[in-house]
């Protein structure tokens, strides 16, 4: 979408006028690409200061509940997202496998997803895996292994396109090996593997149930992000940042434009609680 065109404003403030004034609204973000430019060194990201302002108004509002909804664990996601204790933003972490709510919302806890989805991996070794999808990565010039919570991630983002194709071949071959039962994820020159079957799908189901929304806004710019926009209802708002198929029914270019519909969120919101 273009904010300069008239068109597309009319178009925005139709999308956004039903998020405005319903009675509860969850404002569900993505991190990486979404409130922050990717960037080489992971634990550096910082969200750009126009969506940290957007952020601050719309949590600021009655009836509004603003989350952060990231593959990054809980523990990561604190950091980059510089969230305190007193934050009143919920975080759904590893996918939604993890959440902290905001004290007094309701207890922090670990969600491991449906019983019919989430894999018994008691036999599976799970620092030893990572241990060994280290030393694969040793001698592949720019690649490098995350531990997680749950599991690990492949970043291959700094290495040439014949080492990151080496890499995720041989990372793909070792899980298969030694934990055929854990969920693989693609995205941005990033390939994840975890003990747990939640998606973001699940995330958004839990924090709706968790906070009583009556409507969900979402906006992520991966793969990952698609498992949530494609599972919302019809009266919320899934936007796709950036390009990549998606079933979203609103693209922006970018992490300073999302900032933008953030802030007409806020205001119409605002207008809606006077």
């Not at 979408?1 to 404003?9: A, G, K, N, R, V």
């Not at 670990?110 to 991996?121: A, L, S, Y």
């Not at 899934?238 to 953030?262: C, F, M």
Request: proline share 4%; aromatic share 4%.
């Amino acid at each position: 979408m273009s904010m300069d065109s008239s068109e597309m404003t009319t178009d925005l403030t139709a999308a956004l006028e039903p998020l405005a004034a319903t009675p509860v609204l969850l404002v569900a973000l993505d991190f990486d690409g979404t409130l922050a430019p990717l960037i080489d060194e992971p634990m550096a990201a910082r969200a750009l200061p126009v969506s940290k302002e957007a952020i601050a108004s719309l949590a600021a509002l009655p009836d509004t509940v603003v989350a952060f909804v990231s593959g990054r664990m809980l523990a990561d996601l604190r950091v980059i997202g510089e969230h305190r204790d007193d934050s009143p933003i919920y975080l759904a972490g590893s996918h939604g496998a993890e959440f902290w709510y905001p004290t007094g919302a309701a207890a922090n806890h670990v969600h491991g997803g449906d019983t019919d989805t989430d894999t018994d991996t008691d036999d599976v070794d799970a620092d030893a895996l990572r241990a060994d999808a280290d030393l694969i990565v040793t001698d592949i010039e720019g690649a490098w292994i995350e531990h997680k919570a749950l599991g690990f991630a492949l970043h291959s983002r700094m290495s040439t396109p014949e080492d990151a194709a080496r890499a995720t071949r041989e990372i793909d071959a070792l899980v298969v090996q030694r934990a055929p039962g854990w969920r693989r994820r693609t995205g941005q020159d990033i390939l994840e593997f975890s003990s747990s079957h939640a998606g973001k799908d699940v995330a958004i189901a839990v924090l709706r149930e968790a906070t009583g929304a009556t409507a969900v806004f979402f906006a992520g710019d991966d793969v990952t992000d698609e498992d949530a926009i494609a599972h919302l209802s019809d009266g919320d708002l899934g936007v796709r940042v950036g390009p990549g198929e998606s079933s979203a029914r609103l693209r922006v270019a970018d992490a300073q434009e999302l900032a933008g519909v953030l802030s007409t969120l806020a205001r119409m919101r605002a207008a809606r609680r006077e």
